[in-house]
């Protein structure tokens, strides 16, 4: 329980930080949350952030790549760049499906990464799940309305 909430809590100090902190702590938080996720591999919150990690690096732009890169030859190899792929982020993703199947905001990163490889059938089910369900706040009724937006990508 303590590594899932310092992972926590390391990944929420990185939206008030700079490049080369975010770099270091994002790196922390990934390996925090593999730690967590060694004792309790089920754990659809952990699995949910470090698929949501994943998917955040994986959708860096070139040039927030080389920007990372730039910072940390500057800083003679202070950190090794992020990486991860999309796969990476929805095995993460489906593996907290399987623990929690009604959790919009999965839903959501799933069928968005479904609707970035391509696969538009997948994408499509995933979407109308989200649909199917009834929100429970304000977020939740915003991933609905993109989820009802991006059929007509399917």
Known sequence: MALKWAAIMTGQSTDYLGTKEK???GGKFKELLDKALARD?????LLHMRGRYSYSVANLSWFERKKSWDLQAAAV?????PTATMDEALEDFLAAYEEKPDWIENLIYIARIYLAKGDKENAKKFFNKVIALTPTD???RERVQEANKSLAKC
Do not use: L, N, Q
């Not at 591999?41 to 919150?45: A, G, I, L, R, V």
């Not at 190899?77 to 760049?81: D, E, G, H, R, S």
């Open 138 to 140: 304000e977020e939740e």
């Open 23 to 25: 770099i270091e702590e």
């Open 41 to 45: 591999h089920k754990e659809f919150s």
């Open 77 to 81: 190899f202070y950190a090794t760049p």
